[in-house]
């Protein structure tokens, strides 16, 4: 059964500091491993897929990186309006090497910056 | 482009009642999915659909059915609605190559 661990459950920061959220895995042959961007009562909003170990990808103050066994979302001199709830995600492969077709979450890290 | 549209977007039910979820997609996405969000639980997989034609359970799919009516629309039922069905539901596609899940703005549902 794949399993998704993120931590810390909620984070908080000053403008300008940088920090890393973790998002571990365990998951029979990774297909993808997703981040989304969650505010409150919205539905989550796609930011990146990864797929293999060594991967890294950027969209403005955000890059998320990948290992055998762990993803971090790296967050760089934030601001406030990058406040939300970050959710990771993960798709695995089935014995056969398809994939299942379906995403299984973590709980999310709740982000707060503060002006 | 509208992306994922979720009907209703809100909604109270009295326990035992049924109700029907819509959702459609614009995108020509072979994959539909079901969600249920619960504060503490995460998103938690209720049915998915990677094809027109085919259904499978998720990881919470007791209570519920589930209809894929055409490559653009995927309906979740409760036939007797009970109030540990609360939620908020999230309905999402994906694109063929699987490289982008995308999510509609949630129906919030009530059950007393």
């Known amino acids: 059964e794949d399993q998704v661990t993120q931590s810390p459950e909620a984070l908080r920061l000053q403008e300008g500091e940088s920090s890393s959220l973790n998002c571990s895995y365990t998951?029979?042959?990774?297909?993808?491993l997703f981040w989304y961007r969650q505010d409150p009562g919205k539905g989550p909003e796609f930011l990146f897929t990864l797929y293999s170990a060594g991967e890294e990808k950027e969209k403005e103050r955000l890059k998320a990186t990948l290992t055998k066994k762990e993803s971090f979302l790296h967050i760089t001199a934030p601001k406030p309006e990058d406040s939300a709830t970050y959710l990771c995600a993960v798709e695995g492969r089935n014995a056969g090497g398809t994939s299942y077709g379906k995403l299984t979450f973590g709980q999310g890290t709740i982000l707060t910056v503060h002006p | 482009n509208a992306g994922v549209t979720q009907t209703p977007k809100f909604q109270v039910l009295k326990t035992g009642q049924s109700m029907t979820l819509q959702c459609a997609q614009d995108?020509?996405?072979?994959?539909m999915y079901w969600y249920r969000q619960d504060p503490g639980m995460g998103l938690r997989l209720i049915y998915y659909?990677?094809?027109?034609?085919?259904?499978d359970k998720g990881e919470v799919p007791n209570g519920y059915n589930v209809s894929r009516l055409n490559k653009r629309e995927f309906s979740l039922r409760l036939e007797s609605a009970a109030p540990s069905q609360t939620s908020v539901y999230f309905c999402a596609s994906r694109n063929r190559e699987g490289t982008e899940a995308f999510f509609g703005q949630g129906t919030r549902l009530t059950v007393v």
């Open positions: 998951v029979s042959g990774l297909r993808g």
């Open positions: 995108m020509n996405h072979n994959s």
């Open positions: 659909s990677a094809s027109e034609g085919t259904t």
